[in-house]
C-alpha cells in the first residue's frame, strides 16, 4: 500500500446535526442525527484516527486514560487527542482543564451532583483554531461546532457527566485517570515557512496543517503511516485526486501535489516519520 483513501462510517448520536459540511451527504429528515464520521482502513488497525464531529449539543464531560493506564486494563494505546474548528457558531464552546486545582474527591462529587459543569473551563472557540488534548484533560466538545478530530485509536472515554442523559457514567475509572487541573496550552514550534505549520508535537502523534501549492515527493517510512485530510482545496496523491470529505493513508514514500487554494491536516504517530521536501 502507498496512498489509500479510507472507508467512511457514520455514527449517529444524540448531539448530532441533519445538515453535515461540504463533502458529505446530511442525515434524511426524520431520521436519527449524525454525530461522527469516522475514517478507516477494514480490517486493520491503525495507531491514529480521524473523525469528523457535528454537533448541536454540548457533548458528556469526560476524559480518557494515557497508555499505560489503558494497557492496564487490556487496551492496546490510551488516547490523546486534537482538534481543528472547522466552524463554530459565535457562542460555541469547548471545556478544556479546570477552573481551579481540584481534588479527586472534590471532582468525584462535581460529577455525582453537576456542579462539574462550572468547574470545568468553558473556552470559547472559533474556525481555524488548533486544540491539543492530552490523556487526563477533563473536557466536553460544545454546540454548533464542526471539527476534526485526529486521536489515539482506541474507542476508551470514561463519562463523568452528562447532563441527565441515560447513558452510562464511568466515575471510578473517570477520576483515576483525571488530572483535575487547569489546562496548560502545550508548546508547539513556531509557524513555519512555506505554508507548513506544526499544530500538535507531542508523544502521541504530530499533527500538522499545510497551505500551499506545489508538489513534492515525501519520505514516510513503510510501518509508519501517514494521513492526509484535506480541507478544502484539491490535489492529487500518488496520482489519485483527493479533496474534502475523505482522508487518505500513505504508508510509504508518496508524491502529493497541491493546487492553488489547499489546505491539508496531515497527522503521523511518530515524531521524525514524515520528510518533507518542502
Do not use: C
Not at 501549492?213 to 483527493?242: N, Q
Request: net charge negative; charged share 25%.
Amino acid at each position: 500500500m502507498t496512498v489509500t483513501r479510507l472507508h467512511t462510517h457514520r455514527v449517529e448520536k444524540p448531539w448530532g446535526r441533519h445538515k453535515l459540511w461540504p463533502g458529505f451527504e446530511d442525515a434524511p429528515e426524520g431520521g436519527d442525527p449524525v454525530g461522527e464520521v469516522w475514517f478507516q482502513e477494514k480490517g486493520e488497525d491503525p495507531v491514529l484516527l480521524v473523525k469528523y464531529l457535528f454537533t448541536s449539543e454540548k457533548l458528556s464531560i469526560q476524559v480518557h486514560p494515557d497508555d499505560a493506564y489503558a494497557r492496564a486494563h487490556g487496551y492496546k494505546r490510551g488516547k490523546s487527542e486534537a482538534w481543528v474548528i472547522l466552524d463554530a457558531e459565535p457562542d460555541s464552546t469547548i471545556a478544556l482543564g479546570m477552573r481551579d486545582v481540584y481534588s479527586q474527591e472534590q471532582l468525584r462529587q462535581g460529577a455525582i451532583d453537576g456542579s462539574i459543569e462550572d468547574m470545568v473551563d468553558w473556552k470559547s472557540v472559533k474556525a481555524d483554531d488548533a486544540i491539543f488534548s492530552p490523556a487526563g484533560t477533563v473536557h466536553a466538545i460544545g454546540a454548533g461546532l464542526t471539527v476534526i478530530e485526529v486521536q489515539q485509536n482506541v474507542d476508551l472515554t470514561y463519562r463523568l457527566y452528562d447532563y441527565g442523559r441515560p447513558r452510562e457514567l464511568h466515575l471510578d475509572d473517570g477520576i483515576a485517570v483525571s488530572n483535575p487541573v487547569p489546562y496548560v496550552a502545550p508548546f508547539v514550534p513556531m509557524e513555519a515557512e512555506r505554508g507548513r505549520r506544526i499544530l500538535v508535537d507531542s508523544d502521541a502523534f504530530v499533527m500538522e496543517r499545510w497551505t500551499r501549492e506545489g508538489s513534492g515527493t515525501f519520505k514516510a517510512a513503510p510501518g509508519r503511516p501517514v494521513w492526509l485530510v484535506p480541507v478544502s482545496g484539491t490535489g492529487r496523491a500518488d496520482g489519485e485526486a483527493i479533496g474534502p470529505g475523505g482522508v487518505w493513508l500513505a504508508d510509504g514514500p508518496f508524491e502529493l501535489v497541491l493546487d492553488e487554494g489547499s489546505d491539508v491536516i496531515v497527522a503521523y504517530p511518530d515524531k521524525g516519520v514524515l520528510h518533507s521536501p518542502w
